[in-house]
Every structure is written in structure tokens, then in C-alpha cells.
Nanobody, 115 residues
Framework: QVQLVESGGGLVQPGGSLRLSCAASGFTFSDYGFDWYRQAPGKERELLAS???????HHVDSVKGRLTISRDNAKNTLYLQMNSLKPDDTAVYYC?????????WGQGTQVTVSS
């Protein structure tokens, strides 16, 4: 079955960096594009970045230059490199994939940016 498992979250000081990973299984990873989303307390889930099968990427304006999506097809893993983190980046981060009209989500990984 399709599984997405995020990791790499944690507590980081403002200005710090984290790299999130999303390990995928149960389908042919290289055949699909992926997204990263996040959901902060009391807010709706928001799209951050997308990557297609040939690693073309799109990042929403609010995170351009700080967050970078990438993929490693050999490892069936999606990444989100996060730099210059701010307290407003505190949220649960999710990876997402659409497969044959069904959307799949990981369980999320908590990122907390605080001094």
C-alpha cells in the first residue's frame, strides 16, 4: 500500500536550518510529482512547493529563497531543505502525492522555530 513517512522535524532556533525527508513506498516513486504542505495551529493547510517527475520545481512566493524541494528517485525520497527559519514557520509539515485521482498524505513532522 502507498505509504509516505516524513522525518527530520524538530526544535530549531530562528535563523537555523532543517532538512525534512519523506520516504515513499508502495508505488513507483519516479512516476509521480510530489508536494510539501504545512499546517500551523489554527490555520489551514497551505501548499509550499511542488516537484514533477523531471524535478522541475515550483515554490510559493512566501518561501522562495528559503525552502527548497528536491527528490532522489534512487532512494524513493522527497526532501524539503529549510533555511533561515522563522517562528512563523512553526507548523506540521506534510508530503503529498496524487495517484490515480486519490491523494495520499504522510503523518506529518512537527517543526518548531523558537529561541
Amino acid at each position: 500500500q502507498v505509504q509516505l513517512v516524513e522525518s527530520g522535524g524538530g526544535l530549531v532556533q530562528p535563523g537555523g536550518s532543517l532538512r525534512l525527508s519523506c520516504a515513499a513506498s508502495g508505488f513507483t516513486f519516479s512516476d509521480y510529482g510530489f508536494d510539501w504542505y504545512r499546517q500551523a495551529p489554527g490555520k489551514e493547510r497551505e501548499l509550499l512547493a511542488s516537484i514533477n517527475t523531471v524535478s522541475d520545481t515550483h515554490h510559493v512566493d512566501s518561501v522562495k529563497g528559503r525552502l527548497t524541494i528536491s527528490r532522489d528517485n534512487a532512494k524513493n525520497t522527497l526532501y524539503l531543505q529549510m533555511n533561515s527559519l522563522k517562528p512563523d514557520d512553526t507548523a506540521v509539515y506534510y508530503c503529498h502525492v496524487w495517484i490515480r485521482t486519490i491523494d495520499y498524505w504522510g503523518q506529518g513532522t512537527q517543526v518548531t522555530v523558537s529561541s
